[in-house]
């Protein structure tokens, strides 16, 4: 278990609507990521953080943005949400720093009717 | 464009038998490989390489990288029911930590 806590763990929302993810971490890790998983194509990643306020895109960040107001706390938000977001969403962090292992959160399955 | 794939997509084994799982990549920056086993939830941190030649092993799982090829390769000898996963491969790109994926193998170990 590396401290890490996705919520919700499951969401159903209509197309047009804005939905934010949270992931939280107890252990105080600079690096987070925000990866989406859809079959045949991995986990490919959307956003990550190296600091509070430090965030940059990953390969697929049409559509999302994050924020990192505090360590603890990684929010990612689709600003108006398509059927094409339907997914499965993890969050990870770092444990000693970008370059190394990262560990995964429970995950957030999401469903864009 | 940074590529990682990974063969076979699936297999189907029985209990007792040895497997062995590919991954290739071509990227611009490479500063490591990663395995990940993934059941019907997040994935889980199996082995990290950065050197070629040096393999590592815990209990019947093994690893190795081979940078002038470009591959590494993942091996479960006496594999069984529990080893039913999809295992995922990743390199990473960057001193940020970003990682490029694999599609994954989905094994499955019959009885």
């Known amino acids: 278990d590396a401290g890490i806590t996705q919520s919700p763990r499951h969401k159903v929302t209509e197309t047009g609507t804005p939905v934010t993810l949270r992931c939280h971490q107890t252990?105080?890790?600079?690096?987070m990521y925000w990866y989406r998983q859809d079959p045949g194509h991995g986990l490919r990643l959307i956003h990550y953080?190296?600091?509070?306020?430090?965030?940059d895109k990953g390969e697929v960040s049409d559509g999302y943005s994050v924020s990192r107001s505090k360590t603890e706390d990684f929010l990612l938000t689709l600003e108006s949400a398509t059927s094409s977001q339907t997914s499965v969403y993890f969050c990870?962090?770092?444990?000693?720093?970008?370059?190394?292992?990262?560990?995964f959160g429970p995950g957030t399955r999401l469903t864009v009717l | 464009e940074d590529k990682v794939v990974q063969s076979p997509l699936s297999l189907v084994v029985h209990e007792g038998d040895t497997v062995t799982l590919n991954c290739s990549y071509e990227?611009?920056?490479?500063?490591?490989l990663l395995w990940y086993k993934q059941e019907k939830k997040a994935p889980t941190f199996l082995f990290m390489l950065?050197?070629?030649?040096i393999e590592k092993k815990s209990g019947r799982l093994s690893s190795i990288l081979d940078k002038k090829e470009l591959f590494s390769i993942l091996n479960i000898t006496a594999t069984q029911t529990g080893d039913s996963a999809i295992y995922l491969c990743?390199?990473?790109?960057?001193?940020?930590?970003?990682?490029?994926f694999g599609a994954g193998t989905q094994v499955v170990v019959t009885p």
């Open positions: 990870a962090i770092s444990r000693q720093g970008a370059g190394n292992e990262q560990f």
């Open positions: 252990e105080n890790h600079r690096y």
């Open positions: 953080s190296y600091g509070v306020k430090d965030t």
């Open positions: 990227v611009t920056n490479f500063r490591s």
């Open positions: 950065t050197s070629s030649g």
């Open positions: 990743a390199v990473t790109l960057d001193s940020w930590g970003k990682l490029q």
